[in-house]
T-cell receptor
């Protein structure tokens, strides 16, 4: 089955700095890579996703890159703000018509210091 | 509010009890999921239902028994659980088909004593 590794497990940055979280996956058949943000005591929410036919995607301060050959993908947050503090999860899915089979990474606790 | 509602939000049960977790979605989605979130472990997919049919059982012990009476409701029946089953249980739903966003509920915080 799929195995997703996520690093680092914790990340502390100063407000305004950039943050990068990296994930690797094992199943070359995976073709969908979402990123979820989970604030303390709240549900995980999708912040950005990328499909295997795209190498990079950007949405305002967040961007995701995908290297299919190396089987890794990364989340980049620029100009971090205190409200970016949360746990971020990457995931990989080989998705079929029966639904998503998301395998999640272990999560990264991001702390943005004012 | 994402439209996925879970009840109860918190549950404490003894190892000999039988309880059920409920999930309801009003998003018109056809796929529903149960995930387990333990401290210091990744979110683990437990079950997948598509159009009320179970399409995935991720080697979950039989003390967890899912039920999906229709595309809007999903239950997780619990019996003779172990303390290590204490975790946050998250329900999610997604539109039919592959590679679509999964919308999560708030979760049920389960403590087995």
């Amino acid at each position: 089955g799929e195995n997703v590794e996520q690093h680092p497990s914790t990340l502390s940055v100063q407000e305004g700095d950039s943050a990068v979280i990296k994930c690797t996956y094992s199943d070359s058949a995976s073709n969908y890579f979402p990123w979820y943000k989970q604030e303390l005591g709240k549900r995980p929410q999708l912040i950005i996703d990328i499909r295997s036919n795209v190498g990079e995607k950007k949405d305002q301060r967040i961007a995701v890159t995908l290297n299919k050959t190396a089987k890794h993908f990364s989340l980049h947050i620029t100009e971090t703000q205190p409200e970016d503090s949360a746990v971020y999860f990457c995931a990989a899915s080989r998705g079929n018509n029966a639904g998503n089979m998301l395998t999640f990474g272990g999560g990264t606790r991001l702390m943005v210091k004012p | 509010e994402t439209g996925v509602t879970q009840t109860p939000r918190h549950l404490v049960m003894g190892m000999t009890n039988k309880k059920s977790l409920k999930c309801e979605q009003h998003l018109g989605h056809n796929a529903m999921y149960w995930y387990k979130q333990s401290a210091k472990k990744p979110l683990e997919l437990m079950f997948v239902y598509n159009f009320k049919e179970q399409t995935e059982n991720n080697s979950v012990p039989s003390r967890f028994s899912p039920e999906c009476p229709n595309s809007s409701h999903l239950f997780l029946h619990l019996h003779t659980l172990q303390p290590e089953d204490s975790a946050l249980y998250l329900c999610a739903s997604s539109p039919e088909g592959r590679n679509t966003e999964a919308f999560f509920g708030q979760g049920t915080r389960l403590t087995v004593v």
